[in-house]
């Protein structure tokens, strides 16, 4: 099914993002089948909980987890949910982005959120190779084709522009070149959502804008993932990781609760779809499942 009709449907409705495993040495052909084996159980059990799509991650163009992708998509429809299968472009070529497309298609995937990609550790914009250079680039190559498109967006700006104007701007052409939908990096404070989904719609980009939440279960790590991705931690959620950052358990409360919060706000300002970084944890999406059972459509 595709995204783009599941965000015309009805709603509340909630989505969950999964991550497949690395790719390792060929030589290393078991320990590989088994951690693809594991990540699927996991996916089963998160699948299980009937979310409206399951995204799956990729890699770093030429990285270690391209081709596992598509499989674990395939594996996210086979458990009978719709599957988002994200593509990055960044060092990667014309045919290999043809290739992944026919893997895609064959695996009966329907959805693909065009991505560039971070750079390569070491490298940056200026020492880029490859055939394509924004992610504008992708969706220019893929809109001719009838997948359902997504791409990403950044209410706090994107970290490498310097002035959102720009980074709107860049955004528009990119949905003007044919996405159907955009997904939010993560953010704490539900404020600058709305703000910034009005200032898009003034921008004239008028597509589905699916809010990303995170539940914040690591504290210490929370601050470092902020900093890098340019995401704002607001003093009442700073508050709580200097709480219970310590203490995994309450944090794991602590952060399903903000969580929580945080999107049953959005549903009540008339958000219809909300996407939950909850990544291979079932026992998490299990948490936020529950706490919204009366809520979600499913
Ligand atoms: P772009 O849309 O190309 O934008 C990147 C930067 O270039 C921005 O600063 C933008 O303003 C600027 N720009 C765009 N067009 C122009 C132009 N014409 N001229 C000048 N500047 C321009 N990464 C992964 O590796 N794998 C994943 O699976 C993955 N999933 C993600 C899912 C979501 C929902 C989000 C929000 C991010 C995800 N990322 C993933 C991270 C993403 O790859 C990085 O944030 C990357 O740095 C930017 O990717 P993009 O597609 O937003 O790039």
């Given at each position: ?13 909630i ?11 060929p030589?290393?052909?078991a ?22 799509f ?22 996210v ?15 990667s ?18 959805n ?16 880029r ?24 967006c ?102 399903v ?39 979600v459509?499913r």
């Amino acid at each position: 099914m595709k995204i783009s009709e599941l965000l015309s449907s009805k709603g509340p409705s909630i989505s969950f993002e999964v991550f497949p495993p690395k790719r390792s040495d060929p030589a290393l052909f078991a320990e590989e089948e088994h951690a693809m084996a594991k990540t699927k159980a996991v996916i089963s059990e998160i699948a299980a909980l009937k979310p409206s799509f399951i995204s799956v991650t990729y890699g770093a163009a030429g990285g270690t987890t391209g081709a596992n992708t598509c499989e674990i998509a395939r594996h996210v429809l086979g458990c009978g949910v719709p599957a988002l299968a994200h593509l990055t472009c960044i060092g990667s070529s014309r045919d290999k982005i043809a290739d992944e497309l026919k893997s895609f298609r064959e695996a009966g995937i329907e959805n693909i959120l065009c991505l560039r990609g971070d750079y390569p550790p070491g490298t940056d914009a200026s020492m880029r190779a490859g055939d394509f250079r924004h992610a504008l680039d992708l969706v220019k190559v893929l809109r001719p084709s009838t997948f359902c498109l997504g791409g990403a967006c950044y209410p706090e700006r994107h970290p490498e522009c310097e002035h959102i104007a720009d980074d709107i701007e860049h955004l528009k052409a990119k949905v003007d070149a044919g996405l159907d939908f955009l997904t939010t990096q993560m953010f704490f404070d539900n404020s600058v959502y709305y703000n910034y989904l009005s200032r898009l719609r003034s921008n004239g980009i008028m597509v589905p804008v699916v809010a990303g939440i995170m539940p914040v279960t690591n504290g210490k790590q929370i601050s470092r993932i902020c900093k890098l991705s340019g995401t704002t931690l607001p003093p009442r959620f700073r508050a709580i990781v200097d709480r219970f950052g310590e203490d995994p358990a309450a944090m794991m409360s602590a952060g399903v609760a903000y969580a929580t919060e945080q999107i049953v706000d959005l549903f009540a300002n008339g958000v219809n779809h909300v996407h939950v970084y909850t990544m291979n944890k079932p026992d998490l999406s299990r948490m936020i499942m529950r706490n919204l059972e009366s809520i979600v459509a499913r």
